[in-house]
Each structure stands twice: as structure tokens, then as C-alpha cells.
């Protein structure tokens, strides 16, 4: 498939696919970011060369702060929610 507006780039330049390891299925922001935090421990597990282990465990680092700050953020909404639902109305 070509891009219409990068038909006539100088560079030709192409649009990339990202490939993950595994099929995922995204039912929420933080189930997506354990999973791939998963799927980096089991790479970097089954990695035989150090960068590529040291590649991957920097992966897993990234998604599972990732994780960290999706729940800090749905407890907070729903704290935020419970708030508001039991603060009296103001007409």
C-alpha cells in the first residue's frame, strides 16, 4: 500500500508496522500493559545473547511502570467518582 503523500517523497519513505511477539488483545489499558510486561520477562527468560536479555528487561521496566501508572490512575478515579457521588448537590 502506498501512502499518496509519500508517493512523491524524495526518500520514498514507507509507513512501518509495529510486530509484537504475541497476539494481544487490548480489553483495557492496564491488562495490555501487563501482558506486554509479561511477554518481555518471558523474552528476556528465553533470550540467549546479554543485550538482547538486557533489552528486553528494560522493556519489561517500561511497561510495568506503565502499568503502575494506569491502576494509580483508575483508583483515583473511582475515589474521585465515590467523591462526587456522595457530595450533596448545590442548586
Known amino acids: 500500500m502506498t501512502w499518496p503523500l509519500l508517493k512523491h517523497h524524495p526518500r520514498r519513505v514507507t509507513p512501518r508496522t509495529i510486530k509484537l511477539s504475541g ?10 500493559f501487563v501482558a506486554r510486561a509479561e511477554q518481555a520477562r518471558a523474552d528476556a527468560d ?21 502499568a503502575e501508572k494506569a491502576e ?9 467518582a465515590k467523591r462526587k457521588a456522595e457530595q450533596p448537590l448545590h442548586c
Open 46 to 66: 528465553a533470550a540467549t545473547l546479554e543485550h538482547v536479555r538486557d533489552r528486553c528487561l528494560r522493556s519489561e521496566a517500561a511497561w510495568s511502570a506503565l
Open 23 to 32: 497476539p494481544i488483545v487490548r480489553q483495557s489499558s492496564l491488562q495490555f
Open 72 to 80: 494509580r490512575t483508575e483508583r483515583m478515579r473511582e475515589a474521585d
